[in-house]
């Protein structure tokens, strides 16, 4: 069941994280820190209580980062600035229940949507 489990969330973080700004090129973090973008005000994906953020994207790109031996570092941003932030490289990836539109793929790569509503 464990298996299943990090196997749905990798899965899951890979199709919901807006990725790095240059799609022909292959870039893996190999040591460091993990930038992860974040808006703070989308739940149940990511939000904040009693000063820390949580939720399901939190905990998955969290758990991803640790099994990559990675540490992961939280840069909050408003919604309408986290690809930027991505594009411009200020981090990584971001995370935040962002959708793919025609319009925001001309600014970063997406992985494939967990969700269509």
Do not use: W
């Amino acid at each position: 069941m464990k298996k299943i489990c990090f196997l749905m969330a990798i899965v899951l973080i890979l199709a919901i994280s807006a990725c790095i700004s240059l799609p022909s090129e292959k870039m893996t973090i190999k040591t460091g820190t993990l930038t992860v973008g974040v808006f703070k005000h989308a739940p149940p994906a990511v939000y904040e209580q009693n000063g820390k953020l949580i939720g399901f994207e939190v905990e998955l790109v969290s758990e991803i980062a640790k099994r990559m031996n990675l540490n992961v570092e939280f840069k909050e941003y408003m919604f309408s600035n986290l690809l930027n932030a991505v594009a411009n490289n200020k981090v990584d990836c971001a995370i935040s229940d962002i959708s793919i539109s025609p319009e925001r793929e001309k600014i970063v790569s997406f992985t494939r949507a967990y969700s269509i509503l």
